[in-house]
């Protein structure tokens, strides 16, 4: 027997804490529909392999990434990182990790850059890095905690960014409170994103974050958490669907 839309409520507020006007839509156009997203993302919040602060900031990352930036989500997971005991630091600190996503234009870009310049004769090999090159990636590894051959392009070709872009993203690392296996959630979180899909970034993180002690299962539930993003389609729709439709 079908569940009725008031025993769907009741179990997705209790799946999922919330409430509001899209979800109330989307339960009256089609509440077998709502019910069944309610069972697709609550596996992360049934198995548990990261807490509830965890998730939140692991939410709150995918929805803030300017790839995709859906206000409502970033207001919801705010409120749940807090609920769950943040502090305003740590959610900022989370924020400021997630705004690094923008440098995946240079590491997408400067690697055709080259690729053009040897078609062209222009660029054949490698340039060896003088003193202040091998200080700044010195200063990146020391900071960053890594260093991995994605940088070494950038580094050769355009040291002032790349140092400019170490303060930046070294920010919360150097003055932050979270610890760095959680930095790497934020980083695979985005980057696992059906916005965003950043291959060569994910593979990096997720290898960080294994190097910190993270388990397969905790990398899993990141993905899981971005994996249903797409039901925003739905609570975005809904509700223009209901005050339209005769």
Request: hydrophobic fraction near 45%; include cysteine.
């Amino acid at each position: 027997m079908a569940a009725t839309p008031e025993e769907i409520r009741t179990e997705f507020e209790r799946t999922h804490g919330e409430w509001d006007d899209s979800w109330q839509a989307v339960l009256e156009l089609d509440p077998g529909f709502l019910a069944a997203y309610s069972g697709y993302a609550g596996v992360a919040k049934r198995q548990r392999h990261l807490d509830a602060k965890t998730q939140a900031f692991v939410g709150l990352a995918v929805d803030a990434a300017t790839t995709h930036l859906h206000r409502p989500g970033i207001r919801r997971h705010i409120a749940a990182a807090l609920a769950a005991g943040a502090t305003p630091q740590e959610v900022m600190e989370v924020l400021e990790c997630t705004a690094t996503l923008s440098i995946h234009a240079m590491n997408v870009g400067v690697p055709v850059l080259v690729e053009v310049l040897a078609e062209k004769g222009i660029r054949t090999e490698p340039a060896p890095l003088d003193a202040e090159q091998e200080r700044i990636k010195a200063d990146f590894t020391r900071q960053r905690g890594y260093w991995n051959p994605t940088w070494d392009e950038m580094l050769e070709l355009t040291p002032e960014l790349f140092e400019a872009y170490t303060a930046f993203s070294s920010h919360p690392w150097l003055h932050g409170t979270l610890g760095p296996k959680l930095r790497e959630f934020i980083y695979i979180a985005f980057d696992t994103s059906s916005t965003h899909l950043y291959k060569v970034g994910l593979k990096l993180h997720i290898e960080n974050a294994l190097g910190y002690g993270a388990t397969p299962q905790e990398i899993l539930e990141i993905m899981e958490i971005a994996a249903v993003i797409g039901m925003q389609t739905v609570t975005e729709g809904a509700p223009i669907l209901r005050e339209l439709a005769p």
